[in-house]
């Protein structure tokens, strides 16, 4: 999971706008790998990994075992959509090839928006988009596999992000269909 979506993940990290990272989630950290990169984006951060799956939660503790020593990284097994951290917990949430497994996409967008510190990010980096290229190919998968890993309109997700009270904008590559969510938390700094 980490080597393939390297290149989204730096990639989706390189558009982030300046922000006063002093504490960091990743929802869905897989191997950890992002973790790798955010600590070394944001060296003074303090980190949290969560991930559904116990065997990712395994894999990212063991891949930064350094970090996790030096007390910077704490990963815990949590489900999006029963987020255990106070409000406003966060200035940067991150969540990389992972939305498209949350059960209730509008809700868990919320429960994410509830835990950003205001001023604070959520920035979602995603490898299957829909670009004007592949619309017809992306509908048509979402026709032919309902219960397949949801996969939503730009548009539709700058709705729910919008309708969590954050806002969103994206940037997207002309080569790759990679997308970023940015959204931020009023009141801005």
Not at 81 to 96: G, H
Request: hydrophobic share 40%; aromatic share 8%; with cysteine.
């Amino acid at each position: 999971m980490n080597q393939h979506h390297i290149g989204v993940t730096i990639w989706g990290l390189r558009t982030i706008p300046p922000v006063d990272a002093k504490t960091i989630l990743d929802v869905g950290c897989g191997g950890g790998m992002c973790l790798r990169k955010l600590s070394e984006k944001y060296p003074a951060a303090r980190l949290t990994g969560i991930d559904l799956s116990t065997t990712s939660v395994e894999a990212t503790t063991e891949n930064n075992a350094d970090l996790v020593a030096a007390g910077r990284l704490t990963v815990r097994p949590m489900d999006v959509e029963k987020l255990d951290f106070p409000e406003n917990s966060f200035d940067l949430v991150t969540a990389v090839e992972t939305y498209f497994f949350w059960p209730h996409l509008a809700q868990d967008i919320k429960n994410v928006a509830r835990v950003v510190a205001p001023g604070g990010l959520f920035v979602i980096i995603a490898e299957d988009s829909f670009t004007e290229k592949n619309r017809t190919q992306m509908l048509q998968q979402k026709k032919e596999h309902p219960d397949a890993a949801t996969i939503v309109e730009n548009d539709v997700m700058m709705h729910h992000l919008r309708e969590a009270g954050l806002r969103p904008y994206y940037c997207r590559t002309d080569v790759l269909p990679w997308v970023a969510f940015i959204a931020r938390k009023p009141p801005f700094p």
